[in-house]
């Protein structure tokens, strides 16, 4: 018996060929479904109010309320979905806007058969998913290494950045070479200087004030 809980999936695409390639590759996993689908912005609102789903799936290409508008709707509105944007655009800007409305993670449509399903189960579990060089390129863009106006140390710092790029607790420890729980220790210093709760808010914070190792 799977004991893993399934992740329900609203995917909102303007293209049903691409909604088809991506609803087929989902179903190739035991712990992910497809629960609905919409074609522009106003779809998404009440798709999302019906269904209630753990995951967006949002292009930020569609016709009428394009993706950053839905975004923007969306932070207006009280769920508890996380969302994921699948865009073809290369342009940093749409990802910095993305992430500034509060998307979780940013995935190119080039690259969705090998990092979409892994995404999903990083951003289910409370992470933030951006790559490496967009993770350095977004919070470049929000304003430097120490834009945040609360005193952190350079080694909250390190635990910081590394979270924002997406390294769990165990990887953080490796990386720093230090214990996990004190990562854990860090990380519950970290929470209560900026006021946030849980990673994601901590990586789009980290992210949003450009806060980077010294």
Known sequence: M???????????????????????????????????????????IGLLKEHRPDILLLDLSMPGLDG???????????????????????????HVRAVGYGACAVVLKQMATELLTSSIRRVYNGEIWLDGGMTAAIMKSFGGSNSSDVSLTTRQREVIELVAQGFTNGQIAKSLFVSEQTVKNHLHQITGKLGVSGRIELAQYAIQHGIRAI
């Not at 329900?8 to 293209?15: E, N, V, Y």
């Not at 969306?74 to 749409?94: G, P």
């Open 2 to 44: 799977n004991s893993q809980p399934t992740i329900r999936i609203a995917l909102a695409d303007d293209h049903p060929v691409f909604r088809d390639g991506v609803r087929q590759l989902l179903s190739l996993e035991p712990d992910m479904v497809v629960i609905g689908e919409a074609s522009d912005g106003e779809q998404v």
């Open 68 to 94: 950053h508008t839905t975004l923007a709707r969306l932070r207006t509105e009280r769920f508890n979905t996380k969302i994921i944007v699948l865009t073809a655009s290369e342009d940093q800007n749409h």
